[in-house]
Each structure stands twice: as structure tokens, then as C-alpha cells.
């Protein structure tokens, strides 16, 4: 989609260096990128970044800035940051690249990942075919070139292609490679997922180990993704790693907008009345110490439609967090909960992605919504001197954007059962009983196996389900209701209180049940013994002593037994 602003014109989802400069696209000028980079002096750099923050184009332009087969294309950076450097004008294509994606590979199995990862090496050797025919190569190097290029690749060939490749582009033209890896981690979500994460694990680590640490012609090397893969996992034999993440102040501003390149990009577009709009919904990124990070595609957007939307949200790939937060426990709904309304959760980070550990390990879902961008970083505690606990951070959802994210995410979760959802909300607010009864059986039948893990048989466990109905209600009231969840209150605990914010709406208080046949012969003893114990731990008080009064408030027992719910 294009469109025509009063300035540059905007062009979505082009991400060639080459084909925006061109074309006189929309472009805010990156490339001092190159020279912070190429002064670093590391061997091999690993960038983490959220989705659509310009890794990809970023890595195109380093590609063509250093590329061999862009010698000459000067008029690509001639009125650039990196080209008032005269020291880099002779850097600009002098060194045979290497760049592939792995942004592609989204298979459902292990065997179809090594197909399509096979691809790709296979269409660089394509690319670089003209190696064939040079009197660099031997014949015993050509046999090995056409075994690369076969469709049926052992697995020690494929994990040397790189490190060959990049012997015979070193011959060729007697300069060491830069080799460009964007996305490299995709497939390894994908692979948790889908189950075939030890796998795939073994076989990245022997490609990694080849191309990227006993690599004699490797002149220096970037990975970007979204997370930090442990190094346990893939890059154990990696010692010559240079590791970039969002809380690194390396590359801080390299990656996304700042808000004076945002505001400026406002003006030229004429919006700049429109600069409290934009920051209250996509400001919030937090880089090492940069403040103010915009995320690029929501901007671009923006300056395209002039609307505000979730641009970045929706077409980020949700499914994995979306997992992981509605297979959670119930603390981690619980402190989903805070975060959905404006709240502040407090946990430990840990930025090495342990995928395997995601099932169980909070501290590592957390960790990954962090690098994934949607959470930010307000404060956090050093390493203690004794380096024997993790920092503290304290985290809150990026924006306003990211919230509108997550709220469609949670409806999403009832999307089998929504009418009944629905229905049921709007009985409970009718005081409706019956039609209460009615609606919560229809949407737990429908919806209780989604909230398992695979673990358990459907239904054993609804603690899961119903903290994510509270969420549920969160989303759904929360501009009618403060709800709470398993706060104290009198002398116990309850489970979910909705505190109205207007005096004509009533006050309720919902306690869960699971049915235990040694001590509640039916459900209705279930229901009873709900509310005995709202009586009995006096969970009105809080509502009383804030001016609600008695007969304002409602009060209902849910129980459970497997997929069947009683109300009462």
C-alpha cells in the first residue's frame, strides 16, 4: 500500500535499502549503524529486536553498503550519515557478503524445516554459481558444490555449506565474508510449538559451529531475531559471540524511531497536531538507556492513514505468547491481570530464551515477552555482588497499543463460545440466574479444553479456565468495573470482586469452587459452601467500608466438577 503525503512518499512493507532509496521513499537515515558496528570490532554480533523494527532492512543496508556486487552504488549513501565518514566511502562494496533469512522457515515438522533450511543455502549456492567455473575451486570442490545443490543433502554437508562457501568466495576474491543471518530464531519458535525443538536444537548448533566460530574466513558476522536462544541450546560452542539485546545500550537508536525522528516524520506529513495521539498510543519501547522508541511500522502506518490502529500488534506473530499466557497458571494470570489494567509486575529476566523451559518457567515467559516488545522495562535492581539471585525488574505493558493487543487476544480465547460469552455477562448483570447457568455450561464446554496444556484430561484442572474468564472480564468491564482477584479482604480471600464505578451499577463477588466428593456430596453443596465461606471471611467488607451498600451486593458460587458448572 502507498501513499501520498505532503513530503516523502510512504511505502509499506519495502524492506531493500536499495529500493527505497531509489524510489525517494519515506526513510529515516540509520546507516550510522555501519560505522558504530564496524568500529566495534566483534567477531559475531547477535541483535535481538521486537518484529518490525527494521532488522531487515537494516541488515539489506549493511549488506549493500559492503557488497562486492554493489561496487559503485555510491548514489545509495552518498547523502547519508555513514558517507560524511570519508574513511567508509572506500568500505563501500569491497568484501563478498553472505545474507539469508530464515524469516520464512514456519514449518510444522522437523523434516519440512530442513527442507527449507536446505533451500535457502541451496539458492545462495545458485547465487554464487559462477564459483563453478573458476579455476579457484577444484574438482573435488565442484563435487561438493553439486552435492549442495541436490535435493537430498547428509546432514554434515549441509552443516558445512557456509563454512565452505566461504572458502570459496575467499578464493575468489581474496577478501574474508561478511556473512548477514536475519531471523535467525523463527524457526526455533516454531519448533517449540510444534513439538520438534530438540531436533532442530542439534542441528542449528552444527550449522552455527561451522559457519560462525571455526570459520577461518570469516571476516565478521551479524545474527538478528527477536530473543537471546540460551547458549546452552544452539550456541554453546560459540565463544566469540557479541550479544545486543533491548537492554544493552549498543545500537539503542539504530533500531526503530526516536521521538524527535517521529515528531519530525509528523511534521513532515502534516500531522503535527497529532503528536499526544501518537505518543499516548505507540510510544513506550525502552532500549539499553534510550527512552521514547517508536516502533517503525505502526508509525509508518500511521503516516500513511493518518488513523491510529494496532498496526504492529496485529501482524506480529501472537500465537506462542497467546499460548503461553492462556495455558499459564494461575499466577501468571494473575499477574497478567495487573499488566491488563495498568499495573506493574515485578519478576525476575532472564534474557537467554530457554523455549524448553517455557511450559513451566515464568521467568522465562516473562523474558520473552520483553524481547518480543511487549513489555517495557520501568526499573530494575543490579546483579547482586555475590551474582547468586537475578535482578529484580519491574515491568509494564509498552503502550496503549500493545494493551488493545491483548485485549482482543483474551475475547479471542472465547471465540468458540463468544455468543455464549456474551450472553452470560450480560445475565449476570441482570441478576439471571437460570440464563447465568445457561451460558457459563455452554462456554465452559466449549472452552475448557483450550486453557489445558496437553497434561492433564480436558477439564481436570479449571483453575486455568476461570482465571482466564476473569481476564475475560477484565477486557470487557473494565471501564464499568475495578476487578480484583484473589486479594484479601475481611479475614480471608476471595476470588474475583467487581467494584462498580458508578453508584447506579451493583458490586459483586464471584467465589470458584471445585466439587471435592469427600466434602460436597453434590454440586449444590459446592454452591453452599461457596457462600458460607463469603459469609464466613466477610468478603463484603471491602465493598461496605467503601460505601456500597449490603443490598447492593451480589454475591454467586461457581462450582465445578470437570466441564460442569453450578451456579448459585
Not at 440 to 445: F, G, H, K, S
Request: glycine letters at 6%; proline letters at 2%.
Amino acid at each position: 500500500m502507498w501513499g501520498v503525503q505532503m513530503g516523502r512518499t510512504v511505502a509499506i512493507g519495502i524492506q531493500n535499502f536499495n529500493e527505497i532509496i531509489e524510489n525517494n521513499c519515506f526513510y529515516v537515515d540509520k546507516t550510522s549503524f555501519i560505522k558504530e558496528w564496524w568500529e566495534s570490532r566483534d567477531a559475531v554480533t547477535l541483535i535481538t529486536r521486537p518484529r518490525r523494527f527494521g532488522k531487515t532492512l537494516t541488515m539489506s543496508m549493511v549488506e549493500q553498503f559492503f557488497s562486492v556486487d554493489y561496487a559503485g552504488r555510491s548514489d545509495l549513501f552518498d547523502k547519508k550519515d555513514i558517507w560524511q565518514e570519508i574513511s567508509y566511502r572506500e568500505l563501500q562494496g569491497t568484501y563478498p557478503v553472505i545474507s539469508l533469512s530464515f524469516a520464512r522457515v514456519k514449518e510444522m515438522n522437523y523434516a519440512d524445516m530442513r527442507a527449507k533450511l536446505c533451500e535457502i543455502i541451496r539458492n545462495l549456492y545458485i547465487k554464487f554459481s559462477f564459483l563453478k567455473e573458476s579455476d579457484k575451486l577444484t574438482d573435488t570442490d565442484r563435487v561438493y558444490y553439486n552435492r549442495i545443490l541436490a535435493f537430498e543433502v547428509s546432514n554434515p554437508d549441509i552443516s558445512s555449506s557456509l563454512y565452505q562457501l566461504s572458502d570459496f568466495l575467499f578464493r575468489y576474491y581474496g577478501r574474508k565474508v561478511i556473512i548477514l543471518l536475519d531471523e535467525y530464531d523463527t524457526p526455533m519458535q516454531e519448533a517449540y510449538v510444534d513439538g520438534y525443538w530438540e531436533e532442530l536444537a542439534a542441528f542449528t548448533r552444527s550449522l552455527f559451529n561451522s559457519t560462525f566460530k571455526t570459520n577461518p574466513w570469516l571476516e565478521r558476522a551479524i545474527m538478528t531475531g527477536i530473543t537471546r536462544v540460551s547458549k546452552e541450546s544452539i550456541f554453546s560452542d560459540l565463544n566469540n559471540l557479541k550479544v545486543v539485546t533491548t537492554t544493552s545500550d549498543e545500537y539503542a537508536a539504530s533500531f526503530g524511531f526516536t521521538e524527535n525522528e517521529v515528531f519530525v516524520a509528523l511534521e513532515e506529513c502534516s500531522l503535527s497536531d497529532k503528536k499526544e495521539d501518537v505518543k499516548r498510543w505507540y510510544d513506550g519501547f525502552i532500549f539499553g538507556k534510550q527512552r521514547d522508541i517508536y516502533n517503525p511500522w505502526s508509525i509508518l502506518n500511521y503516516l500513511d492513514t493518518g488513523r491510529l490502529g494496532a498496526y504492529w500488534a496485529n501482524t506480529s506473530s501472537n500465537s506462542l505468547v497467546g499460548k503461553l499466557l492462556r495455558e499459564g497458571n494461575r499466577r501468571i494470570k494473575e499477574e497478567f491481570e495487573k499488566l491488563l489494567q495498568g499495573g506493574v509486575i515485578r519478576t525476575p529476566i532472564d534474557e537467554q530464551i530457554v523455549y524448553n523451559q517455557l511450559d513451566e518457567n515464568e521467568t522465562a515467559i516473562w523474558s520473552l515477552l520483553l524481547a518480543s516488545g511487549y513489555l517495557k522495562v520501568l526499573s530494575y535492581e543490579e546483579l547482586d555482588s555475590e551474582g547468586l539471585t537475578m535482578p529484580q525488574y519491574e515491568l509494564a505493558l509498552t503502550n496503549s497499543e500493545v494493551r488493545f493487543m491483548f485485549g482482543s487476544m483474551v475475547r479471542d480465547w472465547f471465540g468458540r463460545a463468544k455468543q455464549e460469552y456474551n450472553d452470560f455477562i450480560k445475565a449476570m448483570l441482570l441478576n439471571d440466574k437460570k440464563a447465568m447457568n445457561t451460558y457459563m455450561n455452554r462456554v465452559a464446554l466449549n472452552s475448557f479444553s483450550y486453557f489445558d496444556t496437553g497434561r492433564r484430561p480436558s477439564g481436570e484442572e479449571p483453575e486455568r479456565f476461570y482465571h482466564g474468564f476473569v481476564l475475560g472480564m477484565i477486557v470487557d468491564l473494565q471501564s464499568r468495573y475495578v476487578i480484583t482477584s484473589n486479594r484479601e479482604s475481611g479475614f480471608g480471600r476471595y476470588d474475583v470482586v467487581l467494584e462498580p464505578r458508578s453508584q447506579t451499577d451493583y458490586a459483586y463477588i464471584l467465589e470458584f469452587k471445585v466439587r471435592d466428593p469427600e466434602d460436597e456430596p453434590t454440586l449444590q453443596d459446592a454452591v453452599d459452601s461457596a457462600h458460607a465461606q463469603i459469609e464466613e471471611k466477610k468478603y463484603a467488607a471491602q465493598l461496605m467500608d467503601r460505601g456500597i451498600p449490603a443490598e447492593r451486593i451480589r454475591k454467586y458460587g461457581f462450582a465445578f466438577e470437570g466441564k460442569k458448572v453450578l451456579i448459585g
